[in-house]
Nanobody
Framework: QVQLVESGGGLVQPGGSLRLSCAAS????????MGWYRQAPGKQRELVAT???????KYADSVKGRFTITRDNAKKTLYLQINSLKYDDTAVYYC??????????????WGQGTQVTVSS
């Protein structure tokens, strides 16, 4: 089994910064795509940023220039640096990863989420 554990969320003022982390553990053969999603109250879960195993990254238009996704493959950890936070960034942030526990058997996993609240 694979576990994804997020950390780093919290309460921050507008314009502030946070760094989210997502650590993968368990019986991991290979990690493919990893990404961050978020879900605000009353809204659907949306893509924030993704990181392919080859290094390509993709961002939602609403976060481009403010958020940076990185990954440390040796540590099996995904990061999201969030700068210039806005009220609209308030949401539960979820880590997502496509992980194979054995060759040619990838499966999608989700973390439990970490709350980010932007408030003055």
């Amino acid at each position: 089994q694979v576990q994804l554990v997020e950390s780093g969320g919290g309460l921050v003022q507008p314009g502030g910064s946070l760094r989210l982390s997502c650590a993968a553990s368990g019986s991991i053969f290979r990690i493919y795509h990893m990404g961050w999603y978020r879900q605000a109250p009353g809204k659907q879960r949306e893509l924030v940023a993704t990181s392919a195993s080859g290094g390509n990254t993709k961002y939602a238009d609403s976060v481009k220039g403010r958020f940076t996704i990185t990954r440390d493959n040796a540590k099996k950890t995904l990061y999201l640096q969030i700068n210039s936070l806005k009220y609209d960034d308030t949401a539960v942030y979820y880590c997502n990863a496509v992980v194979a526990t054995k060759p040619s058997h990838p499966f999608q996993y989700w973390g439990q989420g970490t709350q980010v609240t932007v408030s003055s």
